[in-house]
């Protein structure tokens, strides 16, 4: 069953699934979690931990197609919060593993570069998260930040191999269509240029026979006389329609082949790159 999933839908389900466990707290907060916790503390982070839930559910239903960048944008600074929120109201570290959830998205909507300084930045936003509790120093609050990037990181780069390899396919996929066609068009041209050949020799074996056939008619129609020669002069004119019938059957043969040619061109140019970016990837 997970084969049939891609690479999209096996990060956005594993994220929920991260999501699910991050919760299991929250379920049992009537055991675990509750010493120091007010009531406000507790609906805080319930409406924080269900709103990310909602917002990377939305976030990730178009994960690696067309996208809608505002949008993204506002969501994923929604889940942030929202994670932050969580470890700030639950006084705890569970944001952690919800930022975790988010690094893993980053590749995917913000790219490399930008993702890699979100990544940055949503931790350093949990330092005063842990600093506010008294058992942290803030050399102690950096050091458990930075324990949550080292696993934010493997996530990133985890999506990161993800979407590339989405790139990979999709662009297998172009290739791949390119070269059928590519196939397909050398195959027409064989056609192509068995008509073309075919042309040529009525053309060069009917043409000159008729013809002859013309000026021998038209020399017998100077020579007869009588109804002799309106029969004549009637197969004359049939041999010159014949003739002008296989010229213009041949030319539009012909046209075809200047068409066939230039395309024949275009071919050879192509097929050499598509195959080579096709073993460049280790498709052939």
Do not use: K
């Not at 969501?75 to 952690?96: D, E, K, W």
Request: charged fraction near 15%; proline fraction near 2%.
């Amino acid at each position: 069953m997970l084969s049939r999933l891609s690479h999209t839908q096996l990060l956005r389900y594993a994220g929920l699934f991260t999501w699910a466990c991050v919760g299991i707290p929250l379920v049992l907060n009537s055991w675990y979690f509750h010493e120091g916790l007010s009531r406000t503390d507790l609906i805080a982070w319930r409406v924080a931990y269900f709103a990310f839930g909602l917002g990377y559910w939305i976030l990730t239903t178009r994960l690696g197609r067309s996208r809608r960048r505002l949008l993204d944008i506002t969501l994923l600074a929604l889940i942030t919060v929202c994670a932050i929120a969580v470890s700030h109201f639950s006084n705890s570290g569970l944001g952690g593993g919800l930022l975790l959830v988010i690094a893993g998205i980053l590749p995917w909507v913000l790219g490399l570069r930008v993702g890699l300084a979100w990544l940055v930045l949503q931790h350093v936003a949990l330092v005063p998260v842990f600093a506010g509790r008294p058992e942290f120093s803030v050399i102690e609050a950096v050091l458990q930040a930075l324990f949550y990037v080292g696993y934010s990181t493997v996530a990133f780069v985890t999506g990161l191999v993800a979407r590339q390899q989405a790139q990979a396919r999709e662009e297998q996929r172009r290739l791949n269509s390119e070269l059928h066609a590519t196939r397909a068009l050398l195959a027409e041209s064989s056609r192509l240029n068995e008509r073309v050949r075919i042309s040529r020799e009525l053309h060069d074996l009917l043409g000159h026979h008729l013809t002859a056939l013309s000026l021998n008619l038209e020399v017998a129609g100077h020579l007869s006389e009588g109804r002799v020669r309106e029969h004549v002069q009637q197969a004359h004119t049939l041999a010159r329609l014949l003739l002008t019938d296989v010229r213009e059957a041949t030319g539009t043969v012909l046209a075809a082949e200047l068409l066939l040619t230039a395309l024949t061109v275009l071919i050879g140019c192509a097929y050499p790159f598509i195959l080579s970016a096709l073993g460049a990837q280790g498709l052939l």
